[in-house]
């Protein structure tokens, strides 16, 4: 057990939590309105708190698993004949969860700027937007940091 990775995946789970809560209980307007924000501030931190859990706890995984976390996951064979070598986090943890991730940003930005098209809640979803932006940088910039062409 790494017990900072639990802190950190704790604190990312627990935040977003709270920011659901929050954002749920406020009576002074429809849920609709308020769901791009939902969307932009709590979902991600959710998923990334959700991403470092078998880092955090890998002796849990590899026993539900029967393998370790770090053993090879061989895709399955592509059409022009290669075949790509993972490791299990990459190819059935956090891939997954970052098609998510993505999927639920650009959802929460359509959203969000189809709302302030219909003049509901402006600030709230122009900040939707820009979290949304900005989740979207971070993983355009996390991609070239990992995949440099």
């Given at each position: ?21 929050y ?37 849990f ?37 970052s ?51």
């Amino acid at each position: 057990m790494n017990i900072k990775t639990i802190l950190a995946s704790a604190l990312l789970i627990g935040t977003a939590v709270f920011f659901a809560f929050y954002i749920l209980s406020r009576a002074d307007s429809r849920l609709s309105r308020r769901l791009p924000i939902l969307l932009e501030l709590s979902v991600p931190l959710f998923l990334l708190g959700l991403a470092l859990l078998p880092t955090a706890f890998p002796s849990f995984f590899a026993s539900i698993l029967h393998h370790s976390l770090a053993s090879d996951y061989v895709s399955p064979m592509r059409p022009d004949g290669t075949r790509v070598t993972e490791t299990w986090m990459l190819a059935r943890w956090w891939i997954p969860i970052s098609k998510i991730l993505y999927l639920e940003v650009f959802v929460g930005i359509v959203w969000a700027g189809w709302n302030i098209f219909r003049a509901e809640d402006r600030k709230l979803n122009v900040l939707a937007v820009g979290l949304g932006a900005l989740w979207a940088g971070l993983g355009s910039f996390a991609h070239l940091v990992v995949l440099p062409f």
